[in-house]
C-alpha cells in the first residue's frame, strides 16, 4: 500500500532511552521526510534528505537524528535529549523534484513513560 | 525554512454546502501547493495541487485557487459530502528541487447529513 512501511505501529520507551523508528521504501524515491504529527499542530517537518548521505533540518531537529546510508531506509532516532518525545510519526516518500506526490506510511505511535 | 499557515482550524458544514480552507505562505519563491486529505486513521493522501504559474484548478467537486501577489492559495470543497469529512493539510515547497515540504497546522472538516 504506496510502498512506505513504517515499523513498529506503536512503541513503548522509557524516559532517558534512546529509540529508532524504521522507515522503509521501495517506490525509489530520492526524497524522503520525517514527520511529528500532534493535535492542532499539523505535520511539523524533523528532517529530511534529498539523496544518500545527505539530511538537513527541518523545525523540530533538536532531540532527533537520521541516517540515510541506502535509498531504501530513511531511520529516525529519538534521543534523551528530546523533551517531548511522546508523538505520532509519519515517514515519507518522494521522488523529488517540482509537483511530485508524497506517499506516507502509516505512521508510528510513540510513547514514552 | 518556509511558514505556511492554514486557517481555520475546524470547519463544520451542513451536506451540500461548501466548504473553503485558506493557506498563506511566507516564501514568495515558493512555487508548489498540494493539498493532502487524512481520513481517520489513514495516511495523508494528495488530492489536488496547484503550481504558481496557474491561478486556479478544478477536479470535480474541488478546486484549489492561487494569489501569488497576497501568497495565499485556498482549497474549495463545493457540494460537501459525508465522506468529504477528514483532516486537511495544505503545504508549500520552492526552487531549486521543491524538497524541503512544509505543512499547515491541518483543518478538521465535518460535514453533517
Known amino acids: 500500500d504506496g510502498g512506505i512501511t513504517q515499523s513498529p505501529k506503536y512503541l513503548f520507551r522509557k524516559e532517558g532511552q534512546n529509540v529508532t523508528l524504521s522507515c522503509e521504501q521501495n517506490?525509489?524515491?530520492?526524497?524522503m521526510y520525517w514527520y511529528r504529527q500532534d493535535p492542532g499542530q499539523g505535520l511539523r517537518l524533523i528532517y529530511y534528505?534529498?539523496?544518500?548521505?545527505?539530511?538537513q533540518k527541518g523545525d523540530i531537529a533538536e532531540g532527533y537524528s537520521v541516517s540515510r546510508e541506502k535509498k531504501e531506509s530513511f531511520p529516525l532516532t529519538v534521543t534523551s535529549a528530546q523533551k517531548n518525545p511522546t508523538a505520532f510519526y509519519l515517514c515519507?516518500?518522494?521522488?523529488?523534484?517540482?509537483?511530485?506526490?508524497?506517499?506516507f506510511g502509516q505512521g508510528t505511535r510513540l510513547t514514552v513513560v | 525554512g518556509e511558514n505556511v499557515e492554514q486557517h481555520p482550524s475546524t470547519l463544520s458544514v451542513q451536506e451540500g454546502d461548501s466548504a473553503v480552507i485558506k493557506c498563506t505562505y511566507s516564501?514568495?519563491?515558493?512555487?508548489?501547493f498540494p493539498w493532502y486529505k487524512q481520513e481517520l486513521g489513514k495516511r495523508p493522501q494528495l488530492i489536488i495541487d496547484?503550481?504558481?504559474?496557474?491561478g486556479e484548478k478544478k477536479d470535480q467537486r474541488i478546486a484549489v485557487t492561487l494569489n501569488k501577489t497576497a501568497k495565499h492559495f485556498s482549497l474549495h470543497i463545493t457540494e460537501t459530502q459525508p465522506e468529504d469529512s477528514a483532516v486537511y493539510f495544505c503545504?508549500?515547497?520552492?526552487?531549486?528541487?521543491?524538497?524541503?515540504?512544509?505543512f499547515g497546522a491541518g483543518t478538521r472538516l465535518t460535514v453533517k447529513p
Open positions: 515519507a516518500s518522494r521522488r523529488g523534484g517540482l509537483g511530485t506526490e508524497a506517499f
Open positions: 517506490l525509489n524515491h530520492d526524497a
Open positions: 534528505s534529498q539523496i544518500v548521505n545527505d539530511f
Open positions: 516564501d514568495s519563491a515558493s512555487n508548489y
Open positions: 496547484i503550481r504558481s504559474n496557474v
Open positions: 503545504a508549500a515547497s520552492k526552487p531549486p528541487n521543491n524538497n524541503d515540504m512544509r
